[in-house]
């Protein structure tokens, strides 16, 4: 059975770091696009970072400079380090996959038509 399940979320005060994972199982991510949505309350979902086969990444300007994904095959895990976080960091987040062969690019994957495998989410609040 193909499952991710995030981790990491909570409440931060605006300037910290939170560092979320995402643990895969069920399917190995060597041939898969990764990556991370957010949605905020009232707002439709937002591609916010992707990491390729090869390791080429891609970002949401909103995030640019600020945070950081990453992926480790080894052990079958996706991370995402937020740095600087803003209120409007404020959001569930979910990690994603999808075979390249599905979704040829990171910036096709990050409008999130077609990615068929998603966390079920984890809530990050920035708020003093």
């Known amino acids: 059975q193909l499952q991710l399940v995030e981790s990491g979320g909570g409440l931060v005060q605006p300037g910290g770091s939170l560092r979320l994972s995402c643990a895969v199982s069920?399917?190995?991510?060597?041939?898969?696009?990764i990556g991370w949505f957010r949605q905020a309350p009232g707002k439709e979902r937002e591609g916010v970072s992707c990491?390729?086969?090869?390791?080429?990444?891609t970002y949401a300007d909103s995030v640019k400079g600020r945070f950081t994904i990453s992926r480790d095959n080894a052990k079958n895990n996706m991370y995402l380090q937020m740095n600087s976080l803003k209120p409007e960091d404020t959001a569930v987040y979910y990690c994603a996959a999808e075979r390249e062969s599905y979704v040829s690019s990171c910036r096709q994957f990050l409008q999130g038509n077609g990615v068929r495998y998603w966390g079920k989410g984890s809530l990050v609040t920035v708020s003093s």
């Open positions: 990491v390729s086969r090869a390791g080429s990444t």
């Open positions: 069920g399917f190995t991510l060597d041939y898969y696009i």
